[in-house]
C-alpha cells in the first residue's frame, strides 16, 4: 500500500469514527429533549387539573354542596348517584364523545357534613390522575 492509500485510510476512518460520536451524541439530545417535553406537557395537564378541582370544589361550595349548580357550568352526567365531567385535552367542559378526560363526583353524607370525592382519570387509559376530597358542613 503507498503512503497515499494509507493517508486516504486513516482520513476515512477518523472521519467515520467522528460521525459516529456525532450521531450518538444527537440521540442523546433526542432523548433529553423528549424526556423534558413530556414532562412540560404532564405539568401543564397538572396544573389544568388543579385548577378545575378547585373550581369545582369553589362551585359546591358556592351553592352549600348542592350538586345542581354543576349544570350551570359544565355539562353533567349522573350515574348511579355519581357525577361525571367531561374535558377536551385542553381541560374545556365538553361532551362525552369529546373527551379525553373526566371527573367522577361522589358525595357522601357524614356527621352533617357533605364529603364530596373528585377523581380525575385519562379517558383512554382509565388511570386515576388526580384525586382529592372536600367536606361541606351543612346547616343544622
Do not use: H, R, W
Not at 401543564?44 to 362551585?59: F, V
Not at 355539562?75 to 348517584?81: A, D, F, M, Q, S
Not at 361532551?95 to 379525553?100: A, H, I, L, T
Request: proline share 1%.
Amino acid at each position: 500500500m503507498t503512503n497515499q492509500n494509507k493517508s486516504s485510510m486513516l482520513f476515512l476512518t477518523e472521519l467515520l469514527v467522528i460521525l459516529l460520536i456525532f450521531s450518538f451524541c444527537g440521540a442523546i439530545a433526542v432523548s433529553i429533549f423528549t424526556k423534558g417535553y413530556k414532562k412540560s406537557e404532564s405539568a401543564s395537564l397538572n396544573t389544568y387539573i388543579s385548577i378545575e378541582s378547585e373550581n369545582i370544589i369553589q362551585c359546591l361550595k358556592y351553592s352549600d354542596g348542592d350538586t345542581d349548580i354543576l349544570y350551570e357550568y359544565y355539562l353533567p352526567y349522573e350515574e348511579n348517584g355519581t357525577f361525571k365531567l367531561y374535558f377536551d385535552e385542553n381541560m374545556n367542559s365538553c361532551k362525552k364523545e369529546d373527551s379525553s378526560y373526566y371527573v367522577e363526583i361522589n358525595s357522601n353524607l357524614e356527621d352533617n357534613i357533605s364529603v364530596f370525592s373528585i377523581d380525575f382519570f385519562d379517558k383512554d387509559s382509565l388511570d386515576n390522575i388526580y384525586s382529592v376530597k372536600t367536606g361541606i358542613a351543612k346547616e343544622v
